[in-house]
Nanobody, 126 residues
Framework: QVQLVESGGGSVQAGGSLRLSCAASGRTFGSYGKGWFRQAPGKEREFVAA????????NYVDSVKGRFSISRDNAKNTVYLQMNSLKPEDTAVYYC???????????????????WGQGTQVTVSS
């Protein structure tokens, strides 16, 4: 069983930056595909970014391309989401997720992930 714990959320003004971290238990986390999703009030959860376990391929939703960056540190069992040039529309609860297998592509669909964190709130004010 893998447990994921997000941190780094908070409140920031538009144009600011935050870095989210997702720390995982379990020695095999490094082999898992990883992703970030978010859910804004009144909206469905949506894909934000993902990184494959093989090759480190990345994928982003169009609205964050050029502003957000996903990375991983397998030695620390941690995946990060660096968020720059934040906008009010980025306000949401952010969730990290892990797919319990090697992945060649950066997966974008919720059903492709097996483990989820509890979420961390990001609020961007104008």
């Amino acid at each position: 069983q893998v447990q994921l714990v997000e941190s780094g959320g908070g409140s920031v003004q538009a144009g600011g930056s935050l870095r989210l971290s997702c720390a995982a238990s379990g020695r095999t986390f490094g082999s898992y595909g990883k992703g970030w999703f978010r859910q804004a009030p009144g909206k469905e959860r949506e894909f934000v970014a993902a990184i494959s376990s093989i090759g480190g391929r990345t994928n982003y939703v169009d609205s964050v391309k050029g502003r957000f960056s996903i990375s991983r540190d397998n030695a620390k069992n941690t995946v990060y989401l660096q968020m720059n040039s934040l906008k009010p529309e980025d306000t949401a609860v952010y969730y990290c997720a892990a797919a319990a297998e090697y992945t060649i592509v950066a997966r974008t669909r919720e059903y492709e992930y097996d483990y989820w964190g509890q979420g961390t709130q990001v609020t961007v004010s104008s």
